[in-house]
């Protein structure tokens, strides 16, 4: 990542950072019980009213489901309503209970809002915003009191969760966006920029899988750098990084877009090479024996020389997994390793 890369993600993630602390202030702000959850029906909110309600640790309340939150006798019937409400995927309104510090029972309306992705319709949240209405179920002669005041109420209530939808849909968006972002860290590896172990394997696979519909082939090469733990003996950790990052840019600069690489494990490198011979595949992992051979690398006006092993194989009709195809390719790369180093191997089934 370039440090106008770095630079540019520090910034977006401030604004977030910036934005996430507006809308928490805001529903902080509101004096009435509000509540976020999850795809899961876990806590991912609770602003500062409906925690004191309920009692709830400020501090370890995230990730917990009603019933490690609530009492008991409240746990179910919330629950229930949660589930009725994603079930109605409409706003749904619904009667809650809870005790205050004295052991009073108050309840409480309780507005839930489902949250839904446009791009596939799966529920991915809730909100719920609630108010006590104690007094109106226990002093039926303020009837018409009570419903003046519940009417000027359900119009902030609208008002409320039309704002609300709003920043669901905006911080969904902003979800989805860090999602992916955090989804593509989770699939590379972050000192060389390539694929990491998950991902290898992941599109190593599905290479496979075509290979076997199309009765196409492909080439597995697997590599490592000689002497590894020598160079970081001798020169620091901090060439031996350079030497994977350089190693890392030459497979980059050779590889087609079909191609898959990735880096396994410490100094080891694999390839799958979509719709290639073992001809084909032989001939490249030469060409990178030799590129790599040339990383021009110093320390202390010291040259510090560079090779790597190579094992070839390829996928044939008689394989029975992409394992098996691999485990040819490290076969053949530790044959290079003890006759020598520095070499291409190559090994069938």
């Given at each position: 990542m370039t440090s106008l890369d770095y630079e540019a993600l520090l910034k977006e993630n401030q604004a977030l950072k910036y934005r996430i602390s507006q809308f928490k202030n805001l529903l902080d702000s509101i004096p009435d019980p509000v509540f976020m959850k999850d795809e899961n029906l876990r806590w991912i909110y609770g602003n500062p009213v409906i925690l004191n309600l309920y009692n709830i640790d400020k501090n370890?309340?995230?990730?917990?489901?009603?019933?490690?939150?609530?009492?008991?006798e409240f746990a179910e019937s919330c629950m229930e309503s949660d589930r009725q409400a994603v079930a109605k995927r409409t706003i749904s309104k619904s009667e809650e209970q809870a005790r205050d510090s004295d052991g009073e029972?108050?309840?409480?309306?309780?507005?839930?809002?489902p949250s839904y992705n446009e791009s596939d319709g799966k529920f991915n949240g809730l909100i719920g915003?609630?108010?006590?209405?104690?007094?109106?179920?226990?002093?039926?002669?303020a009837l018409e009191t009570?419903?003046?005041?519940?009417?000027?109420?359900?119009?902030?209530?609208?008002?409320?969760?039309?704002?609300?939808?709003q920043q669901v849909i905006d911080r969904t968006m902003e979800l989805e966006s860090e999602k992916e972002r955090a989804e593509r860290l989770a699939y590379t590896d972050t000192l060389t920029g390539l694929n990491n172990r998950r991902a290898f394997y992941q599109n190593s696979y599905k290479v496979d899988q075509q290979a076997r519909q199309t009765l196409s082939t492909y080439a597995v090469i697997a590599l490592d750098i000689d002497n590894f733990k020598g160079i970081n003996d001798t020169y620091g950790h901090a060439i031996g990084d350079e030497v994977l990052q350089s190693l890392a840019e030459i497979?980059?600069?050779?590889?087609?877009?079909?191609?898959?690489?990735?880096r396994i494990g410490g100094d080891e490198f694999t390839i799958t090479l979509y719709d290639t011979s073992l001809d084909d595949a032989i001939a490249l992992a030469q060409n990178m024996c030799s590129e790599i051979s040339n990383i021009s690398l110093?320390?202390?006006?010291n040259d510090i020389p560079v090779t790597a092993s190579f094992g070839v194989s390829e996928y044939?009709?008689?394989?029975?997994?992409?394992?098996?195809?691999?485990?040819?390719?490290?076969?053949?790369?530790?044959?290079a390793k003890t006759s020598g180093r520095n070499k291409v191997i190559s090994k069938v089934s």
């Open positions: 370890n309340y995230i990730g917990k489901t009603e019933d490690q939150l609530l009492p008991e029972l108050h309840y409480y309306e309780v507005f839930k809002v915003v609630g108010r006590d209405i104690t007094e109106r179920k226990l002093v039926q002669e009570e419903n003046r005041i519940r009417k000027e109420h359900e119009e902030s209530l609208a008002h409320l969760t039309e704002t609300l939808e497979i980059t600069k050779m590889l087609g877009i079909s191609d898959v690489h990735g110093q320390k202390n006006n044939h009709i008689s394989s029975t997994s992409f394992e098996e195809i691999l485990a040819k390719a490290d076969e053949a790369l530790y044959q």
